[in-house]
């Protein structure tokens, strides 16, 4: 490929004489001639125009932007489907508030919790029951990364409140994300752009999944099929209560054009209540007095739940009576559409007797994937014709690391074994899906944290390979005596 080349005043002068020898009959190129000083001149013009374009060309290269110039280029150049540069995101998490009191204890929404000098604040009201405890959702009064902490390490009750003795979190707190680094944003738009090729290749959808994030738990019954504004492509102007950190596409070799789509929110789902994941629904009527020659029906709630039961049910006068999968219909759990192998007669009724359907980042991702077709223009779907994409989550591979440091003579050796637990933790809980744990890996966070001399680990004892479809994180066993 070309490439610009900056020359300078003296190659420039030497081409220009050259040229001028050879194609005149001008000789008089000696130091001080009138011929050589005008073509001296114009050599050094020659030489600032070369040097302007080589500025030009930098600020045009998006690699060498500073942020307000990237910022500015990507909503100048890009369409509006790419995201722009993500905020910093305030850590959420649930704590839990407990007494040893004979008395109800309320505590009210903006209490002060914290871990160490991070601080948290309560996002809801609560009332702590007669000696027992009581969940309650909390997020970082400072927005970034630096909210993320590990499970059980908030316990400072910054409020006083009489009665209230106790808070921890029982997991990690790892949702909280610095604004995107230039490197970071380029590297999206990158993916985006070689997406362009083709949006059922794999890179395409695993981009897309990238830009999901929700902006309110789905965690009540099911009204409508639309999603509404609980999907929302991901914006740092838009709140959300969780976005797609990692994704990645499994093509199934058996069943070609069958692909599942893995998702995860940073933690594996980890702490997020079931019934903000899926719901259980029941008796779902796709027709109650069929026409004469119908085939085809899609469920209200979709994708279906994968690896969870699903009762189809016809009704010809006889009574309900369980159809068969494979046999007496097929069904795409992902975008829930039925297809009958024989068509319903006059007066036949259909229903779902019983299926789950799931919410939050599954069913926003899937949603996308598919696309609206009353709204093609904020759904356009990215599945190609023909395709089945299902979207899931991954299943966590928990991460045990047990192990001693030595420290030099002047740190203290129970910090830097909280610093080498944390450092390992964060690791863990950053490794994309599919990725591999990788033993020397471990080795070198430990050995990076200040005041450790050596380290010797008992577990793991070696990489761990970590299957496609599933995601390390850490264990409940971070131990570095």
């Not at 007494?99 to 109800?104: F, H, I, K, N, P």
Request: with cysteine; glycine share 8%.
């Amino acid at each position: 490929m070309a490439t610009f080349q900056i020359r300078g005043r003296d190659e420039i002068l030497l081409r220009m004489a050259a040229r001028l020898l050879a194609r005149t009959r001008l000789t008089d190129l000696n130091e001080g001639s009138g011929v050589l000083q005008t073509l001296a001149a114009t050599a050094r013009e020659v030489e600032d125009i070369h040097v302007q374009v080589a500025l030009l060309l930098d600020l045009l290269d998006p690699e060498k932007m500073d942020d307000d110039a990237l910022d500015a280029w990507a909503a100048a150049v890009l369409p509006s489907k790419v995201a722009p540069r993500r905020g910093a995101t305030y850590a959420t998490t649930s704590v839990v508030l407990g007494t040893t009191g004979a008395a109800l204890v309320p505590v009210p929404r903006d209490s002060i919790v914290g871990a160490g000098s991070t601080l948290y604040k309560t996002t809801a009201s609560v009332v702590i029951p007669i000696g027992g405890t009581i969940p309650v959702a909390a997020q970082a009064l400072t927005s970034g990364a630096v909210g993320n902490v590990g499970s059980g390490t908030i316990t400072r009750r910054v409020t006083s409140i009489p009665g209230w003795d106790t808070v921890t979190n029982p997991v990690a707190v790892v949702n909280g994300e610095d604004r995107e680094l230039n490197s970071a944003f380029l590297d999206r738009i990158k993916r985006w752009m070689r997406a362009q090729a083709g949006n059922a290749v794999p890179s395409a959808l695993e981009s897309l999944a990238l830009t999901i994030g929700v902006t309110e738990h789905a965690d009540s019954t099911p009204t409508a099929v639309d999603p509404g504004t609980v999907v929302k492509v991901y914006e740092d102007t838009t709140p959300t209560v969780r976005r797609v950190r990692y994704s990645k596409l499994v093509e199934d070799w058996w069943w070609p054009g069958v692909s599942t789509l893995y998702v995860d929110d940073g933690t594996g789902f980890v702490g997020v209540p079931a019934g903000q994941m899926y719901v259980a629904l029941a008796d779902e009527v796709l027709t109650a007095a069929a026409l004469g020659g119908e085939r085809r029906f899609q469920t209200t709630w979709w994708p279906h739940e994968l690896g969870t039961a699903f009762t189809l049910q016809k009704d010809s006068g006889g009574g309900w009576v369980a159809l068969t999968e494979g046999v007496d219909y097929v069904r795409n759990a992902g975008n829930g559409w039925i297809v009958l192998a024989v068509a319903l007669a006059v007066g036949d009724a259909l229903r779902v007797h019983a299926y789950t359907a799931s919410l939050d980042l599954i069913r926003a991702v899937q949603w996308a994937i598919e696309g609206d077709p009353a709204d093609r223009i904020t759904w356009p779907g990215w599945r190609g014709s023909g395709l089945i994409v299902y979207v899931r989550r991954p299943t966590i591979v928990p991460i045990d690391v047990i192990g001693t440091i030595t420290t030099a003579y002047d740190y203290d050796h129970a910090a830097t074994a909280t610093d080498c637990e944390a450092a390992v933790t964060a690791y863990l809980n950053t490794l994309p899906i599919g990725a591999n744990v990788i033993w020397a890996q471990l080795i070198e966070e430990i050995m990076a944290v200040a005041g450790v001399t050596d380290v010797t680990l008992s577990t793991p004892t070696s990489s761990v390979a970590v299957p496609d479809q599933n995601v390390a994180r850490a264990g409940t066993n971070i131990i570095l005596g």
